[in-house]
């Protein structure tokens, strides 16, 4: 007689655990098939924005710049970030100003007036719809997009730092620095003495994983980057908020020294900078309101002596 098969219980936990063995494979098996779909969806994507075609673009015979006067002329700009769109009125509305080299100009206006904007267009950021842009009688089209870049400078409000070390942190502004040049930066900037006061010196990694810098010193960096590059033009954009005393005098110090040579424009906040201007632009709207050195426009007693006389009562200036 056929006898059925037998099983013993340790053969049944072997079978069971056998089995175990293969099934996890095969779940993980799935599991990266869904993985594999994912990131390829995502690689298309990343492919897409490689391929697109930048619209900023250097002209085939584009000039190469070492230094410029800093002679910048606004003609009649107008700008939208938004091309065909009807309904978005123009953010920039047919501005013409100039600024002379080595000028210290203020642009001063209401938020959303269109201060930034106009930096993005002068940095080449995005291009005008009409209008043109002289940077020492050049149309700015004609420049080599990097090399024009390369002279002009921004301190932004808050800066940009990377978590690596305080010495990568500033040379990278210029890729061919050399140590002496950073450690000079630095100096100028007044910045060596906090930075050789940390743990590992220049060494010290800064950023998430590493040691957070206050507002001031963060601005000495962006600071000490602007020295290394020695550009012609020099863009501030200056902090709303108020740093402490020490910080503040030594990031004001700086900055003045800074300044010195160069075509500058900040936009500014406070009203010791905007009274020490050459020139005071005062936006609203996309438009250019009034112009002239801080007397001329309190004489003139319009939007800029308005402002100034309720930032005064409300005590926000930081005079
Ligand atoms: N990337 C963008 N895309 C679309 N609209 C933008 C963009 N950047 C700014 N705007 C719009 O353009 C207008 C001008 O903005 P802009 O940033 O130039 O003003 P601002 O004078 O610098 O203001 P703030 O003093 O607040 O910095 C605003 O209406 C703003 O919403
Ligand atoms: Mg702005």
Avoid at 12 to 18: C, Y
Avoid at 274 to 286: A, L, M, P, Q, R
Wanted: charged content about 25%.
């Amino acid at each position: 007689m056929h006898t059925p098969a037998q099983l013993s219980i340790g053969e049944l936990v072997a079978f069971v655990l056998m089995q175990n063995k293969l099934f996890d494979p095969l779940n993980k098996l799935a599991d990266m098939q869904t993985v594999v779909s994912e990131a390829s969806a995502s690689i298309e994507r990343i492919y897409e924005v490689f391929d697109t075609a930048p619209s900023i673009k250097n002209k085939k015979k584009a000039l190469k710049p070492i230094s410029l006067n800093g002679h910048i002329e606004l003609k009649n700009l107008t700008f939208t970030y938004h091309e065909n769109d009807d309904e978005n009125p123009a953010i920039i509305n047919n501005i013409s100003l100039q600024i002379l080299p080595k000028q210290k100009v203020a642009f001063v206006g209401p938020s959303g007036s269109g201060k930034s904007t106009l930096i993005h267009l002068l940095t080449r950021f995005y291009d005008v719809n009409q209008g043109q842009i002289n940077i020492d009688g050049v149309n700015i089209k004609d420049y080599h997009l990097r090399k024009l870049r390369k002279r002009i400078s921004i301190v932004p409000q808050e800066p940009m730092l990377f978590s690596s070390s305080i010495y990568e942190n500033i040379a990278f502004a210029k890729i061919d620095a050399t140590p002496s040049e950073v450690f000079m930066a630095a100096k100028q900037a007044y910045a060596d003495e906090f930075i050789n006061k940390l743990p590992n010196g220049y060494e010290t990694t800064i950023g998430e994983k590493g040691c957070r810098l206050s507002g001031g010193q963060k601005q000495r960096i962006a600071i000490a980057r602007a020295f290394l590059r020695n550009p012609s033009i020099l863009i501030l954009d200056e902090a709303t908020s108020s740093l402490d005393n020490e910080s503040e005098f030594l990031v004001q110090k700086a900055l003045n020294e800074l300044m010195k040579n160069k075509t500058t424009i900040t936009i500014a906040h406070r009203l010791s900078t905007i009274e020490n201007s050459d020139v005071i632009f005062y936006f609203d709207d996309g438009e250019l309101i009034e112009k002239g050195s801080h007397q001329e426009l309190l004489q003139q007693k319009g939007y800029y002596y308005n402002l100034v006389n309720t930032h005064k009562k409300m005590n926000i200036f930081n005079a």
